[in-house]
C-alpha cells in the first residue's frame, strides 16, 4: 500500500480585509475591480478604482423609492461589506436622502432605487455603499 498523495497547494488567500463572496471584486490593494452599478437600472455609480473595500455593520432601511427610504418606516437590514469612497466627487451617479438624524441615505440619482448606501453627517469623507445593494461590471 503507497502513502496517500499529498494535497494539491492551496490557492493564495484573498486580500485580507475581503470576505469569501467579495474577494472576485477587490484588487490586491483592496479597491473595487469592477464598476458599481445599480442594481435595478443599471446606472453607473462608481468606477473600478474609486472605493476600498471596508467592512462595517450598519443598518440600511429596506430598498425603496428615495422617499420612503428619507422616511426610514418599516424593516431594514445589516449589512456589513462596503465599498468605502472618500470623496463625494469620486461618484458618478448618487443621490442623497434628507437627513435622517445625523446620517444621509444614499440612493440611485436617475431611478432613486435605494438606499444603496449610507453617509454619516459627523464624518464628511466617509461614504459606504453595500455591496449586497449594488450589482457589478
Known amino acids: 500500500m503507497e ?19 467579495s474577494a472576485e471584486l477587490v484588487c490586491a490593494q483592496g479597491r473595487n475591480l469592477k464598476a458599481v452599478l445599480c442594481q435595478r437600472c443599471g446606472s ?8 476600498t473595500f471596508a467592512r462595517r455593520e ?3 432601511p429596506a430598498m425603496r423609492k428615495k422617499a420612503a427610504a428619507a422616511a426610514g418606516s418599516g424593516g431594514g437590514d445589516v449589512v456589513r461589506e462596503h465599498w468605502l469612497v472618500r470623496d463625494m466627487f469620486s461618484f458618478e ?4 436622502t434628507r437627513d435622517v438624524g445625523n446620517v444621509k441615505f444614499l440612493v ?12 454619516c453627517l459627523d464624518d464628511k469623507d466617509s461614504f459606504y455603499v453595500a455591496l449586497e445593494r449594488v450589482a457589478h461590471e
Open 58 to 60: 450598519l443598518l440600511l
Open 44 to 51: 453607473r455609480v462608481l468606477l473600478p478604482g474609486a472605493a
Open 3 to 21: 502513502p496517500a498523495a499529498a494535497p494539491p497547494p492551496s490557492p493564495p488567500p484573498p486580500p485580507a480585509a475581503a470576505a469569501p463572496g
Open 108 to 119: 440611485c440619482a436617475d431611478c432613486e432605487a435605494g438606499p444603496i448606501g449610507w453617509h
Open 93 to 96: 451617479n448618487v443621490g442623497f
